[in-house]
């Protein structure tokens, strides 16, 4: 069953400086550990800072930073709305163990900006961790995604852009899928926000950047906003400042509607905070502020995390005893009466073979076969399991494929055993694998 939390967090008095955002700018961070290019143009970069403890993999936290949609705002430095504004608390979640991608984007009054390319900047950040978390240490089955402001209607787009359709002009295939929104005083829903939009910005900013209202584009609206796809099947959690107080109503609504999908959404109101209060690291909030992340994280991981390790280890055993051809310990962790079936690229009819079939060519095998996973799905309830996971295949050293596994588990009295499954053997078109080549 789904949970609904509502909490309310004390703070002391802020200092009249401690949350503005030319507070945050004049903070003094250290540089990024490296600064990528996830695109070619000069706004699509993002910085990426490593924790200086403990060991890799990484947990990662990507930011996306807000400003009303926007490249610049009346009034206020333009730095204010770019990704600079998040340099301490990247910094700060660093500090804390946690990896950070910083990622600029382009805005309203950017070529390019708005509709859709600013989807497509923070749809292609995301997907850039997987070519990058081999080489930093970063572990793509621990990353949350946290926006401020409007980056919060991104944030929460980002979880749910798996579940576009193929005909909208913002599908990808096979996107990366996070495992857990954090949404910084920032908006639920941006048709609900939209009419309204003149109370939180000083410009009419989201028709701007969408190019239009819903009335005219009901189209881009949709795919633009996490409803019409929830359940999002992640955590989700507001930690509410000025903005959240001043749109309760659209905040809980969009809780109510997740709920009543399933997904779990928790507000979590830090009391006398403003706009940017929850971004500061010296900020009394950041007591509230910093454990929510890691709380999600460690969510993220999985709630039996034993459990998880067990099914995942049967399936490494059993890409292990593919290469050393090691008949006996592959019926450890085969069900000899189970079943796979393939799907080729090539040949697109479905071919079953039986497992005990593998299990009778596999000592005679000539060939070196080698089998690499990552980003795994696991599933658990009770004593089923299911992993679906990205993979390539080697031959005798050679890369010869790639494509989808989806394996089926069962625990039996001598443990988590495959009971069958189905993959895909795709030759073309397979991304570069974030383990880098075979060792």
Known sequence: MTR???TLVAAAALGAQSGS????LKE??????????YGPGPLQVGELRLPKGGKPPYPVVMLVHGGC????????DPRAVSFELLRPMAAALADAGIATWNVEYRRTGDAGGGWPGSFEDVASATDYLRGIAGKHGLDLNRVVVAGHSSGGHLAAWIAARPKLPASSPLFSKDPLRVKAVINLDGIADPLTFQPVESKACPTPALSRFMGGTPAEHPDRYRDASPVPFLPLGVPQEFIGGSLVRGFKDQIEAYQAAAQAKGDTVTITALEGAGHFDMLAPRSPHWASVLPRFQALLAQ?????ATERDAVLATVQKFFDTMA????AEARRVLMADGRFVSVRDDRPEPRPSTIQSYLDG???RKQDYRERMWEPDVRIHGAIATVW??????????FSHCGIDGFDLVKTPEGWKIAGGVYTVERTGCPPSPLGPLK
Do not use: C, H
């Not at 949609?69 to 206020?76: G, R």
């Open 4 to 6: 609904i939390i509502i």
């Open 21 to 24: 955002p030319m507070a945050l």
């Open 28 to 37: 003094e961070v250290p540089q990024a550990d490296v600064r990528l290019q």
């Open 69 to 76: 949609w926007s490249n610049e705002l009346p009034k206020l």
């Open 300 to 304: 993220s991981a999985g709630g039996a």
């Open 324 to 327: 050393s051809k090691d008949v």
């Open 362 to 364: 596999l000592a005679a």
């Open 389 to 398: 996971t990205r993979y390539d295949f080697w031959v005798d050293g050679k």
